[in-house]
């Protein structure tokens, strides 16, 4: 298994600024997600975080809303830029162990308000 | 119509209740996970599953491939097991992404 940390838990950012949320794990990983979670909706897939290359967003998202690094095996992070009131989410770093591994973990999550 | 559905979509329990949530999906799959989300909004995975049945403490989950469906039951409910409940599953690749049922809201009350 894997066990994954998020900084910020929590954060309330004004309207125009930029967080960033870093997910860190435990061991080594081949895969790296990042999922957004708005109120009262499921999850979806942000992107994907390729280790020293550039991230694989899924249609909707956009690198200069959302820039991506993942630097190695273990840590990524995912910026929020120019933030909106739409943007108040739940954002979740997920890993797969290996790439021909179905199982899949989930961080704690970050919760993100913007006024 | 949803890839992923589930139903209910909120359950309400009485303590010691046992509860089921179910799960249906249109698309073939390599595995289906159930997951479960506290208020904070961490998730945590509860099972993955590609057939049978898997037993966890209270919890069962079992899932049917060639009638696409799954069931999480939790048996003699809690009030720590009030959470969301979602069902994910995975195509037919390794690979492939996860799609989200839109979870099942449970609450057990003492």
């Known amino acids: 298994s894997a066990v994954i940390s998020q900084k910020p838990s929590r954060d309330i950012c004004q309207r125009g600024t930029s967080l960033t949320i870093q997910c860190q794990v435990d061991?080594?990983?081949?895969?790296m997600f990042w999922y957004r979670q708005q109120p009262g909706q499921s999850l979806t897939l942000i992107a994907t975080?390729?280790?020293?290359?550039?991230?694989?967003?899924e249609s909707g998202f956009v690198i200069d809303k959302f820039p991506i690094s993942r630097p190695n095996l273990t840590f990524s992070t995912l910026t929020v830029s120019n933030m909106s009131p739409e943007d108040s989410s739940i954002y979740l770093c997920?890993?797969?162990?290996?790439?021909?591994?179905?199982?899949?973990?989930f961080g704690p999550g970050t919760r993100l308000t913007v006024t | 119509k949803n890839e992923v559905e589930q139903s209910p979509q909120n359950l309400t329990a009485q303590e010691g209740e046992f509860i089921t949530i179910n799960c249906s999906y249109s698309?073939?799959?390599?595995?289906l996970h159930w997951l479960q989300q506290h208020p904070g909004g961490g998730i945590v995975s509860l099972f993955m599953?590609?057939?049978g049945k898997k037993k966890h403490g209270r919890l069962i989950a079992t899932i049917n491939i060639q009638e696409k469906h799954s069931s999480l039951h939790i048996t003699a409910s809690h009030p720590r097991d009030s959470a969301v409940y979602i069902c994910a599953v995975k195509g037919g690749t390794s690979y492939g992404k996860l799609t989200f049922g839109q979870g099942t809201i449970l609450t057990v009350h003492p």
């Open positions: 997920s890993v797969m162990l290996r790439a021909n591994s179905y199982e899949q973990y």
């Open positions: 599953l590609s057939s």
């Open positions: 061991s080594q990983v081949t895969m």
């Open positions: 698309v073939g799959i390599s595995a």
């Open positions: 975080a390729n280790q020293g290359s550039e991230a694989t967003y």
